[in-house]
């Protein structure tokens, strides 16, 4: 016999997650694609310069590039929440969802190894793209730091209320994996209100830089994504005891 590892039920379940999305060649690409991305805009961020790839989409405008420094952080999460695997596992379970209710574990703790999967996807590369960029942009190490730490709680976020969608929009008498990874109604609920919250999130963080010190503006959007984060987190856990 070969050696066996030892899990807690909670990794035992996000290693589960991990296996069905290298499993499924729809699911790793439409549940990878945005960490793909956002790797890549790094490593090009890195290769051509900030201020290059700035001028470039400003067509030279005269500003000063540091105030686009507080917004690094929402520019990566733009790639990163794009899609949160958390929305479509639910619904993934399909026919198979009482296996998962006959087990003799609590049904929050299926939903932390969902939620525990995606922190584990996404903060290694959010974390690689903030990197890249504030090297790039010559973001002081103090503001990295921070700027590191939002990445991390809006991950969190990401991965919660990409849970409390998929719970709440769950859908198990799917024929087909497509009909949930992308016309799934808790995929859908889930990234449109996001992406254009982002979107407004990036202009508001890029005038705020003008007038605010950037460390201090980095640690109020850090309390604020980082209690919209623990909300959706209990709102999770209070739906997925009612499943």
């Known amino acids: 016999m070969n050696g066996q590892k030892k899990h807690s039920v909670i990794n035992a379940i996000a290693y589960k997650e991990f296996k069905r999305l290298t499993g499924s060649t729809t699911y790793m690409t439409n549940g990878a694609i945005g960490v793909i991305l956002a790797a890549?805009?790094?490593?090009?961020?890195?290769?051509?310069?900030?201020?290059?790839?700035?001028?470039?989409?400003?067509?030279?405008?005269?500003?000063?590039?540091?105030?686009?420094?507080?917004?690094?952080?929402?520019?990566?999460?733009?790639?990163?929440?794009?899609?949160?695997?958390?929305?479509?596992?639910?619904?993934?379970?399909?026919?198979?969802?009482?296996?998962?209710q006959s087990l003799p574990i609590e049904k929050t703790s299926i939903y932390k190894?969902?939620?525990?999967?995606?922190?584990?996807?996404?903060?290694?590369?959010?974390?690689?793209?903030?990197?890249?960029?504030?090297?790039?942009?010559?973001?002081?190490?103090?503001?990295?730091?921070?700027?590191?730490?939002?990445g991390v709680v809006l991950c969190a976020f990401s991965t919660a209320w990409g849970c409390v969608c998929g719970i709440r929009h769950?859908?198990?008498?799917?024929?087909?994996?497509?009909?949930?990874?992308?016309?799934?109604?808790?995929?859908?609920?889930?990234?449109?209100?996001n992406m254009f919250a982002v979107m407004g999130l990036v202009v508001?963080?890029?005038?705020?830089?003008?007038?605010?010190?950037?460390?201090?503006?980095?640690g109020i959007m850090i309390l604020i994504v980082a209690a919209l984060a623990a909300v959706s987190y209990l709102r999770a856990l209070s739906l997925a005891g009612r499943t």
């Open 170 to 193: 769950m859908r198990l008498d799917w024929e087909n994996e497509i009909e949930v990874i992308k016309q799934g109604a808790a995929v859908s609920i889930y990234l449109l209100p």
């Open 204 to 218: 508001l963080m890029v005038f705020l830089g003008m007038k605010m010190n950037h460390i201090l503006l980095s």
């Open 113 to 150: 190894g969902k939620m525990l999967f995606n922190m584990y996807l996404t903060v290694p590369f959010m974390i690689f793209g903030i990197l890249c960029m504030g090297i790039s942009a010559k973001v002081p190490v103090s503001e990295l730091i921070m700027d590191l730490i939002l």
């Open 40 to 100: 890549l805009f790094g490593i090009v961020t890195l290769i051509l310069g900030f201020d290059k790839i700035v001028d470039t989409v400003t067509r030279n405008a005269p500003f000063d590039h540091a105030i686009l420094q507080p917004a690094i952080p929402f520019i990566i999460y733009f790639f990163i929440g794009m899609m949160a695997t958390t929305a479509c596992s639910p619904s993934l379970e399909g026919k198979n969802y009482w296996i998962l």
